[in-house]
């Protein structure tokens, strides 16, 4: 009960940065460069440091599985009544799919596993991988396109992240593949890359992790 309650502090520290981040700091990034350069920096700084956290302080789900829900709820709430423009867009639902993604990890991978890891890893994947690409992107070609060099960029982001943290566990090559093929799939535009990259790679590490 008292390790639950340490948790639900992280939480409620974590869910008034991520405000900061999403009301605030996006905001002036918007206005400097534009909207899509605000999503990432919340990919970044608002689900790359949750995940961080979650990764260092949480043993149990139960705290994000609410915060992903209330999230969920909160940036429906705010693209219905048109209350947030500087990084939600007409033309995409990315923010949407990213909660939804988050809710799906923390409610079903952290089973999978006897570890959490296998839900942190394609969230970091998708926050902070994908938010480097989009950067790096922004930075190379001035438009949202999904170029190679945002790929690379993903790739060199996600590998380190997906073999350092499988590494105690003798998975650190499972990790290699699964951060390289979420990269490739984060490039097709099918679906949105919210929903592909933490799919495709949580199917990648539980197959691995069952065969190894």
């Not at 992280?10 to 405000?19: D, K, N, P, R």
């Not at 605000?38 to 302080?57: D, E, N, P, S, Y």
């Not at 949407?96 to 942190?120: D, G, N, Q, R, V």
Request: proline share 4%.
């Amino acid at each position: 009960m008292e390790d639950l309650l340490i948790e639900a502090f992280y939480g409620i520290l974590l869910s008034f940065w991520v405000a900061i981040v999403t009301l605030y700091i996006s905001k002036v990034f918007e206005k400097k460069y534009s909207s899509y350069v605000a999503r990432k920096v919340i990919h970044i700084l608002g689900g790359g440091v949750t995940g961080i956290i979650i990764l260092m302080f949480f043993q149990t789900p139960y705290i994000p599985i609410i915060a992903s829900l209330c999230v969920l709820i909160g940036l429906l709430i705010m693209r219905i009544k048109r209350t947030a423009p500087w990084f939600q867009e007409s033309q995409s639902r990315g923010e949407i799919y990213f909660a939804i993604s988050s809710l799906f990890l923390f409610s079903f991978m952290w089973y999978i596993y006897p570890e959490k890891i296998l839900s942190i890893i394609p969230f970091l994947y998708m926050s902070i991988g994908d938010g480097v690409t989009g950067i790096v992107r922004y930075i190379f070609y001035k438009k949202r396109v999904k170029g190679y060099i945002g790929t690379i960029a993903m790739i060199i982001t996600c590998v380190p992240i997906g073999y350092y943290l499988l590494l105690p566990y003798g998975l650190q090559m499972v990790g290699i593949l699964s951060a390289i093929i979420a990269s490739l799939v984060e490039k097709v535009s099918i679906i949105d890359d919210n929903i592909s990259v933490p799919l495709v790679s949580s199917v990648i590490l539980i197959i691995g992790a069952k065969i190894l």
